[in-house]
C-alpha cells in the first residue's frame, strides 16, 4: 500500500489521543502533515494542548498543530462534561510539551495544505466536530476536489449518545456536518453502529497495557475512565481509532454506499445521521457507511502500535 498523507483533525479527548498514537506508529503507511485541533471534547485551547501532549509523548514535536474553531457554525459549544461528567479530562498530566501551536489558522492550513500539493494526494481524518472542515470548504469550495478522501468518526444510524439518535461529534456542530455531507468529497463514516463493536473490556485493557515502553503509564493514565467503565461491568465504545484504523487495514471493515443528511432543527432529533439504509429516498450516495468491523484485528493493529512506543 502506498504511504499516504494525512491531516488529523481532532479534540483530543482520550481516544483522540489513542488515534494519533496510532497513526505516528505507522509511518511506513502514514505521513502526519500536521494536527489541526477543534473545539468538542473540550474547548478547542485545550484540545490543541493536548494534541501537543501526545505529540511529545511520541517523540514528534516535529509534527505542526493548528488551533482552530472555539465555537461551532451556529449556537454555543458543548462539550463532553456533559456526557461524561469532567471525566473526558482525566489521565491529561502527560509530560509537558514545550512546542506550541503554529500561527496559522486551523482552516487556512488546511486550504494552504490542499492547494499546494498535488490533487487526490491528502486524506483527512476527522476525530472530532466538523466545523474546521466545513470553514474550510466554505472559504475555499474548491478543495473537495483537491481531497484524496474524509475518513470520520460521526454519527449513528442505531442510536445515539448525546439524544436518543445524536452522536456526539455531529450534534456539537450539525451545521458544519450537514455542509461536509453535501459536500463532493469521498467520505468514509465510522459511527457509533461500528464503534460500539470495539468495546474496551478488562482483557482489551490488559491487552492495551501490556507493552512495557516509554509511553505505557501514559497510555495508562489516558485509559483510567475506560478502566473504572470496565470493572463496573459497563466497557466503553473507543470511537476514533477506528479512523485510523480504516486506512491502515480497510478489509477489517464492512459498508455500504448510503444518502446520509443531517438534521440541525432543534427538536428531539437535533445533530441526527439520517441514513437511508433503505434507498427509499432516491436521494444518491453520498457517503460509505461502515457497518461492522473485526474487533479482534482492530485490537491487534492497536496493540501492535502501542508496543511500538
Ligand atoms: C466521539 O465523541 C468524542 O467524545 C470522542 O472523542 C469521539 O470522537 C464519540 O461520539
Ligand atoms: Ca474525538
Known amino acids: 500500500m502506498p504511504r499516504q498523507s494525512i491531516i488529523i483533525d481532532t479534540d483530543p479527548g482520550q481516544d483522540d489521543a489513542l488515534a494519533i498514537l496510532l497513526a505516528l506508529a505507522h ?29 511529545a509523548l511520541a517523540g514528534r514535536e516535529d509534527v505542526p498543530v493548528f488551533v482552530g474553531s472555539a465555537a461551532p457554525l451556529v449556537g454555543k459549544l458543548v462539550t463532553a462534561d456533559v456526557l461524561h461528567g469532567k471525566a473526558i479530562t482525566a489521565g491529561w498530566d502527560l509530560p509537558f510539551s514545550s512546542a506550541a501551536p503554529r500561527p496559522e489558522f ?63 461529534n455531529v450534534f456539537v456542530d450539525p451545521h458544519a456536518a450537514a455542509r461536509v ?23 482489551e485493557l490488559r491487552r492495551l497495557t501490556a ?3 516509554g509511553i505505557t503509564a501514559e497510555v495508562t493514565k489516558l ?33 455500504r454506499e448510503v444518502n ?24 444518491p450516495a453520498n457517503a460509505h457507511w461502515l457497518t461492522d468491523v473485526d474487533s479482534d484485528a482492530f485490537y491487534s493493529l492497536l496493540c501492535d ?5
Open 106 to 168: 486551523a482552516a487556512d492550513w488546511i486550504i494552504d495544505t490542499l492547494l499546494s500539493r498535488p490533487a487526490g494526494t491528502v486524506t483527512i481524518c476527522a476525530l472530532g466536530p466538523l466545523t474546521n472542515i466545513a470553514l474550510a470548504l466554505a472559504k475555499r469550495p474548491e478543495i473537495a476536489d483537491r481531497l484524496e478522501g474524509l475518513v470520520m468518526m460521526a454519527g449513528a444510524s442505531q442510536g445515539g449518545n448525546m439524544n436518543a439518535v445524536a452522536e456526539f
Open 223 to 255: 485509559l483510567g475512565l475506560y478502566d473504572a467503565c470496565a470493572r463496573a461491568g459497563a466497557p466503553r465504545a473507543l470511537h476514533d481509532p477506528a479512523v485510523i484504523a480504516m486506512l491502515l487495514a480497510p478489509d477489517i471493515f464492512k459498508g
Open 181 to 203: 455531507f453535501a459536500a463532493p468529497v469521498r467520505k468514509v463514516v465510522v459511527s457509533l453502529d461500528v464503534t460500539r463493536k470495539l468495546l474496551v473490556t478488562e482483557t
Open 305 to 309: 502500535a502501542l508496543a511500538r512506543g
Open 211 to 213: 507493552a512495557k515502553n
Open 260 to 283: 446520509v443528511e443531517i438534521e440541525t432543527a432543534q427538536g428531539l432529533t437535533y445533530g441526527q445521521t439520517i441514513v437511508d439504509v433503505n434507498g427509499v429516498t432516491g436521494r
Open 27 to 55: 509511518g511506513d503507511a502514514l505521513d502526519v502533515l500536521g494536527i489541526t485541533a477543534v473545539c468538542g471534547n473540550i474547548s478547542v485551547s485545550g484540545t490543541a494542548a493536548n494534541a501537543l501532549k501526545v505529540l
